[in-house]
T-cell receptor
Framework: SQQGEEDPQALSIQEGENATMNCSYK?????LQWYRQNSGRGLVHLIL?????REKHSGRLRVTLDTSKKSSSLLITASRAADTASYFC??????????????FGQGTILTVHP | DADVTQTPRNRITKTGKRIMLECSQT?????MYWYRQDPGLGLRLIYY???????NKGEISDGYSVSRQAQAKFSLSLESAIPNQTALYFC?????????????FGSGTRLTVV
């Protein structure tokens, strides 16, 4: 079963609106990361939030982490057509010797209409 | 030049053929990974290597093998390709021991097995 599950699977919004994507996971983590993938291209790292952090910002991105609920959200403010992409959460599962090895969710497809 | 280079970009091969996908990096990262991406399934880990002498199976290693020829090179082989290995394959690097927790991905190899 997937460690990370994302919701919604697809999101369609107008330019200028905010986009929120959610990620839930099953086991304790060291950190959680978000990635963007433009169609058929390699994934690009966006932001990392550690297990002892609750919120992090980077430009128009805001990530929250609730370890009690085992969930995270990615907010993109004032979206642009260029934000159209798939967004993936990835978890670095705590424990064992494999720290730093990521498990990816299935992704959210974001479409921003001009 | 890209930080992580995958070759070939696209490949069509016949069932039963042996094929090698290559990955090289200029990041100087210790860790390298091979993932495959299938529609709706996110990225699944095939093999990973924490250093030249350390190779580990991921969640879907059956039918695949790898070779870490040097710190900068990590190759993935399909011993006898089958149609359900048709997918987009990604190589990635990281180096959490030096603070590089996020992955750097290559542009991917689109493999079709007919």
């Amino acid at each position: 079963s997937q460690q990370g599950e994302e919701d919604p699977q697809a999101l369609s919004i107008q330019e200028g609106e905010n986009a929120t994507m959610n990620c839930s996971y099953k086991t304790s983590i060291n950190n959680l990361q978000w990635y963007r993938q433009n169609s058929g291209r390699g994934l690009v790292h966006l932001i990392l939030i550690r297990s002892n952090e609750r919120e992090k910002h980077s430009g128009r991105l805001r990530v929250t982490l609730d370890t009690s609920k085992k969930s995270s959200s990615l907010l993109i403010t004032a979206s642009r057509a260029a934000d159209t992409a798939s967004y993936f959460c990835a978890t670095d599962v705590a424990g064992g010797t494999s720290y730093g090895k990521l498990t990816f969710g299935q992704g959210t497809i974001l479409t921003v209409h001009p | 030049d890209a930080d992580v280079t995958q070759t070939p970009r696209n490949r069509i091969t016949k069932t039963g053929k042996r094929i090698m996908l290559e990955c090289s990096q200029t990041k100087g990262h210790d860790r390298m990974y091979w993932y495959r991406q299938d529609p709706g399934l996110g990225l699944r880990l095939i093999y990973y290597s924490f250093d030249v002498k350390d190779i580990n199976k991921g969640e879907i290693s059956d039918g695949y093998s790898v070779s870490r020829q040097a710190q900068a090179k990590f190759s993935l082989s399909l011993e006898s390709a089958i149609p359900n290995q048709t997918a987009l394959y990604f190589c990635a690097t990281s180096d959490p021991n030096r603070g590089y927790y996020g992955y750097t991905f290559g542009s991917g190899t689109r493999l079709t097995v007919v």
